[in-house]
């Protein structure tokens, strides 16, 4: 199993690449799914995420630094030919979803460009997985255009040991302890970084 995108050896000392999920999608995923454009998306890797396990995925990156996200295109997987039920299975677990669904709108317009959906890994097969701390941000699309192709993106990291993943059903505001709700922070944006901070120019940045 390859991916169809070679990853840098290593990033320039000082590298970041925080793109934010506005413009993951109306940027980097947008220009994937129009095609032609593999020169400026090329940052992020094509990769079926789920023929490998995600301890795998961070040497697939075609960005190899310290950041601790690591970014993934790929095609939509379904279970079945005529459904459209996402396979989130690999060889040793699989990817459950978690918490609520979020929506991602362009600021320039109000537009719903895409919807966020957290999850979460689990070794082994239902309904006796056991969670691990990989998490993953699974960003589809909701716009459409002609001759467009289809893919994902997805953003992935490991929380450290010591802060337990959370399941479904915890997601609500009430009865939850403030582990819990250190740790929705947390997968609301890995990296702890407000969207506000950042526009495109500043995704790809430099230390002095």
Request: aromatic share 12%.
């Amino acid at each position: 199993m390859t991916s169809s995108t070679t990853p840098f050896r290593s990033a320039p000392v000082g590298y970041g690449f925080h793109p934010t999920d506005e413009e993951l999608v109306n940027h980097f995923l947008k220009l994937k799914m129009i095609g032609g454009y593999d020169h400026v998306v090329s940052t992020i890797a094509e990769v079926n995420v789920c023929n490998y396990e995600p301890w795998e995925l961070p040497g697939l990156s075609a960005i190899q630094s310290n950041d601790p996200e690591c970014y993934f295109f790929s095609r939509p997987n379904y279970k079945y030919s005529k459904s459209q039920r996402a396979n989130r299975t690999t060889g040793a677990g699989y990817w459950k979803g978690t918490g609520r669904d979020r929506t991602i709108t362009a600021k320039s317009t109000g537009e719903q460009i895409a919807t966020k959906k957290t999850l979460v890994f689990y070794n082994g097969r239902v309904p006796n997985g056991v969670r691990t701390n990989w998490i993953m941000h699974e960003y589809n699309p909701t716009f459409s255009f002609p001759n467009k192709r289809d893919f994902i993106l997805y953003k992935l990291k490991k929380n450290p040991d010591d802060l337990p993943a959370f399941d479904e059903g915890e997601s609500s505001a009430s009865n939850v302890d403030e582990e819990d709700s250190q740790l929705r922070a947390q997968l609301e944006s890995f990296s702890g970084i407000d969207e506000g901070d950042y526009n495109l120019n500043s995704a790809l940045h430099f230390s002095n």
